[in-house]
């Protein structure tokens, strides 16, 4: 048994035991957002059929709600990164799901077609807060189980994408506004489990008690490192929003049915929830280096089989398995590799949002060109350019041996 004076200096080696930075409710309640979030942003495509008959509006003008959305989650990132550690975390997410609940609420009761354009403007303002928000705190606020903790909160939202469409099917595309209004008054009850958020979170490079600090990328490769994360989320979004929006596509024009179509489609993004679910326990055992250099390999393989037409919709599911822990296990790894740059997290994050808003017609673009057929061809190409980034990364975080210098 240790004697006080090997206690007391054990308390000043490593301060006071930290609070965590999240309750169990807190948690559950950040959870909870996540599935929020996630079927909110998933409401759109659904809806549109219901807003034009409401609004009397064109297929494009329609789809300018999710345009909307996607704007106003890119401000919200780079608004709550400027105000993060200025404003206690409470206020920051506290505002954020009053936006989103505004904002969806605005959407539902919108009279016209620009009211609710700003209505939709303004609950993604939200949603960039709250995805950005509880990604940046969860990255730094669970120590060694932060990857792990990353991939179940994107998990639930992968939950919300999935029930968001299932439930406006259920209701039909004419009562959606009694859908978003409902996903509205769902966000009000979350505000009271923000009192588990603790204000201020440890610095992502602080070790935890009874560890080490992570090393930290050469302040000279800096710049080199974050461009090198920026590519990896801005082609990983672009190919996860390419095989959901191209996938029915591809399968139907190599003999499937449009209904044996929809279905492998669903199926890609549960086996991308899933996935994210089993890496969970992976994150404690493996670094997010090899996590994330599994999963590029493992979808560029699965992509490049789906161009077999008797293999595609199982090897889309096999992408949907694979791809589904990069964008949160890469978030604790950016933290430790480059800690001094601040805006990091939020700019990584903002490009994914504009990479998946792009995706769309640039791969409409190349497809013109190739081909339907060659869909799994193109997304795998840019798989193979993303773990050619991740094993440059790999190389660029790695620390410096160290020589021990005479005493």
Not at 176 to 183: D, Q, R, S, T
Not at 258 to 283: D, E, K
Not at 332 to 345: C, I, S, V, Y
Request: glycine share 14%; aromatic share 8%; charged share 10%.
């Amino acid at each position: 048994m240790p004697d006080p004076s090997t206690q007391a200096r054990a308390v000043t080696a490593h301060g006071p035991p930290r609070a965590p930075v999240f309750s169990p409710a807190a948690v559950a309640a950040s959870c909870a957002g996540f599935v929020l979030i996630g079927a909110l942003q998933a409401l759109y495509g659904p809806a549109i059929p219901g807003l034009r008959r409401e609004f009397g509006l064109s297929p494009s003008a329609a789809g300018l709600g999710l345009s909307a959305h996607f704007v106003g989650g890119v401000a919200g990132v780079l608004l709550f990164d400027r105000l993060y550690g200025r404003i206690g975390n409470r206020h920051l997410l506290g505002s954020s799901h009053l936006l989103l609940a505004v904002g969806a609420a605005g959407f539902a009761l919108a009279p016209n077609w620009p009211l609710a354009l700003a209505a939709a403007l303004l609950a993604g303002l939200g949603f960039g807060g709250i995805d950005y928000g509880l990604n940046q705190l969860f990255a730094v606020g669970f120590g060694h189980r932060s990857t792990a903790m990353l991939n179940i909160l994107n998990a639930h939202f992968g939950i919300g994408a999935i029930l968001g469409p299932a439930l406006i099917g259920a209701a039909g595309s004419g009562h959606h506004p009694a859908v978003f209004l409902g996903f509205a008054l769902a966000v009000l009850p979350l505000l009271l489990c923000l009192r588990g958020v603790r204000d201020r979170p440890p610095h992502p490079r602080d070790p935890e008690p009874g560890g080490t600090a992570q090393p930290e990328a050469p302040a000279r490769s800096l710049g080199s490192v974050l461009a090198m994360f920026v590519a990896l989320y801005v082609l990983h979004v672009g190919i996860e929003a390419g095989v959901g929006g191209w996938e029915p596509t591809h399968l139907e024009s190599v003999g499937y049915g449009a209904g044996a179509a929809a279905t492998a489609t669903s199926v890609y993004w549960l086996m991308m929830t899933a996935g994210r679910f089993l890496v969970a326990p992976l994150a404690l055992r493996f670094s997010a280096q090899a996590v994330i250099t599994v999963s590029c390999a493992g979808m560029t393989g699965c992509l490049l089989l789906a161009a077999v037409p008797g293999l595609a919709p199982y090897a889309y599911a096999g992408v949907g398995l694979f791809i589904a822990p990069v964008f949160p296990t890469g978030l604790p790894w950016l933290h430790r590799a480059a800690p001094r740059a601040h805006r990091a997290g939020a700019v990584v994050i903002a490009a994914s949002m504009i990479g998946g808003v792009a995706a769309g017609p640039a791969l409409g673009k190349a497809i013109e060109g190739a081909g339907t057929r060659a869909v799994p061809l193109l997304l795998a190409g840019a798989s193979a350019v993303c773990l050619a980034v991740t094993l440059r990364l790999i190389r660029a975080t790695r620390p410096r041996p160290t020589h021990d210098r005479p005493a």
